[in-house]
C-alpha cells in the first residue's frame, strides 16, 4: 500500500460520526442542506427570508404531500442588536413611562428578539408615520427641511429609540383615529414606547453625546413628549404637578431642560437650524379681535402678578419672573395666531415656558401652593389655542379642572378666567 493510500485510509478512519437528524424543516429537506433545527425558525429560513416549518403549529400542519403556504418575512432589523437588554435602565425607564398603562405582554409584531426581524404591523405603523403622522407633527408650509416626515424616519434607521418612538406615536394616531380599535393601537405604542425611553437612557447613561447624537436624543426626548401627550391626560396627572405624588412629566422635563443646556449650539444647526421668517408677512386680517384677546389675557396675569406681591421677597420674585415671562410668551403666541398658524406653532411659547421655570416654582407647584397652581392654571390658557393637534386635545381642561379640584375655595375665584376660555368650544 503506497503513502497516498494510507493517508486517505488514516482520514477515512478518523472522520467523526453522527447521528442523521430527520428533524429538520421542510424548506432545508428540500434544498438538501443541514438544518440547525432552531425554533421558532431556523437561520436558514431567517437568512432567505421564508417562512420556516417550524412556526406552523403540529396541529395545523399541512397534509402529506401538501405544499404549505409561503408567507413574505423581513429581514432581521439591524436596530434589535443595538437595543440595551430589558435589564439596563429599568428603574430610569419605568420612572417615565409608568403614567401610561402597563405594557401588555411582549407580543409576536415587536422588534425585539433577534431573528424577528420587522413585521408587518410594524411596517403598517411606519407607513403610517411617514404618510399622515408627520404631517401632523409640525407646519409643513413653514418646514422646508421636512424634518418630520423625511429626516426623522431616516434618523430611525440608525437610532433605536427615535424608531421605536416613531412607531409609538403612529400607532396612538391610529388609536385616535379608530377608537374602535384604540385598545390594539394603544398596547402597541406602550410596547414601543417603552423601547424607545429605554434606548434613550441608555444612550444617556454613556455619556458619549456628539454634534450628531445630541440632535437624535433632542428629538427622541421631543417625541417622548408628543407620545406623552398623544397618550391622553390622565387623573391626577396635571404635567407640572401630581395630585397624588411626583409628576412624571417633570422627568421628561428635566431631560429635555439638561439636553438643550449642554447641546444648544450643536442641536439646533443642520436640519433643525431654526428658519427665519420676514416679520409681517402672511399676517391674517380675518382676526382683529386677537388684539383684544390678548390686551385680556395680559390684564388677568398683571392681576395675577401683583396678588403674588404680598408673598415673602424670595417667593415674590420668582413668581413675578414666571408671570412676566407667561406674558411674553402669550405675545409671541398671538404674534403667530396671526400669520395663519399650525396648532404646533404654538409649542416652543407653551412648552418653552415649562422648560424654563425655576426649581422653587417647580416645588411650589408640587407642594400645591395656590399661587403657583394659579399661574399654572392661566399658562394652561396656551393649550386651548393647540386643540387643533390631535395629541393636545383635552389637556387645557384637564388642567384648569385640575387645579381648581386642587385649590382651597377661597381662590376659586382666581381660576374663573382660564376656566371660561378653555370651557369655549367655537
Known amino acids: 500500500m ?3 493510500s494510507e493517508q486517505i485510509n488514516q482520514k477515512s478512519r478518523s472522520r467523526r460520526t453522527h447521528r442523521k437528524s430527520r428533524l429538520g424543516c421542510g424548506n432545508c429537506k428540500k434544498r ?5 433545527e432552531k425554533k421558532p425558525s431556523c437561520n436558514n429560513c431567517l437568512l432567505h427570508s421564508i417562512s420556516c416549518d417550524f412556526q406552523i403549529p403540529s396541529s395545523r400542519s399541512p397534509s402529506a404531500g401538501s405544499t404549505p403556504p409561503q408567507r413574505y418575512q423581513f429581514r432581521q432589523s439591524k436596530y434589535q442588536t443595538l437595543a440595551p437588554s430589558p435589564s439596563q435602565d429599568e428603574d430610569n425607564c419605568r420612572s417615565i413611562a409608568v403614567q401610561c398603562d402597563p405594557p401588555s405582554p411582549p407580543t409576536s409584531h415587536l422588534v425585539t428578539a433577534p431573528g424577528g426581524g420587522i413585521s408587518l404591523e410594524d411596517l403598517h405603523l411606519f407607513h403610517h408615520f411617514t404618510t399622515a403622522t408627520s404631517s401632523t407633527m409640525a407646519n409643513e408650509a413653514k418646514d422646508p427641511q421636512k424634518v418630520w416626515q423625511i429626516h426623522v424616519p431616516q434618523w430611525g434607521m440608525s437610532f433605536p429609540s427615535i424608531l421605536h418612538l416613531l412607531l409609538a406615536l403612529s400607532a396612538l394616531h391610529l388609536a385616535y383615529l379608530n377608537p ?3 385598545g390594539t393601537y394603544t398596547r402597541q405604542a406602550d410596547e414601543h414606547f417603552m423601547f424607545g425611553v429605554r434606548s434613550v437612557t441608555a444612550v444617556l447613561a454613556l455619556d458619549t453625546l456628539n454634534s450628531q447624537s445630541c440632535q ?13 401627550f398623544a397618550r391622553g391626560p390622565r387623573d391626577g396627572e396635571y404635567l407640572v404637578f401630581n395630585a397624588n405624588g411626583k409628576s412624571e412629566w417633570l422627568v421628561l422635563l428635566h431631560g429635555v431642560r439638561s439636553i438643550l443646556a449642554q447641546k444648544s449650539e450643536e442641536i439646533f444647526t443642520g436640519v433643525l ?3 427665519n421668517e420676514s416679520p409681517g408677512l402672511d399676517i391674517d386680517m380675518r382676526a382683529p379681535g386677537l388684539d383684544e384677546e390678548l390686551s385680556r389675557h395680559i390684564q388677568r396675569l398683571q392681576e395675577v402678578r401683583e396678588m403674588a406681591n404680598p408673598e415673602t421677597e424670595r417667593n415674590r420674585e420668582v413668581y413675578v419672573g414666571v408671570v412676566d415671562n407667561l406674558v411674553e410668551c402669550f405675545e409671541e403666541a398671538y404674534r403667530r395666531r396671526r400669520t395663519g398658524y399650525h396648532p404646533t406653532d404654538l409649542m416652543p411659547y407653551a412648552m418653552g415656558w415649562t422648560f424654563r421655570l425655576p426649581d422653587m416654582m417647580i416645588t411650589k407647584l408640587e407642594e400645591k401652593e395656590p399661587i403657583a397652581l394659579i399661574i399654572l392654571a392661566h399658562w394652561a390658557i396656551l393649550l386651548r389655542y393647540m ?3 390631535w395629541f393636545m386635545e383635552r389637556w387645557d381642561q384637564h388642567i ?19 376656566e371660561e376660555i378653555v370651557a369655549y368650544v367655537p
Not at 438538501?32 to 440547525?36: A, L
Request: proline share 6%.
Open 2 to 4: 503506497d503513502m497516498d
Open 32 to 36: 438538501r442542506v443541514k438544518c440547525d
Open 180 to 182: 374602535a380599535r384604540r
Open 216 to 228: 437624535y436624543i433632542y428629538i427622541a426626548a421631543i417625541m417622548i413628549c408628543f407620545a406623552y
Open 273 to 275: 437650524e431654526p428658519h
Open 387 to 389: 386643540r387643533g393637534c
Open 400 to 418: 384648569v379642572l385640575g387645579i381648581k379640584a386642587c385649590l382651597p375655595e377661597a381662590y376659586h375665584a382666581w381660576v374663573e378666567w382660564p
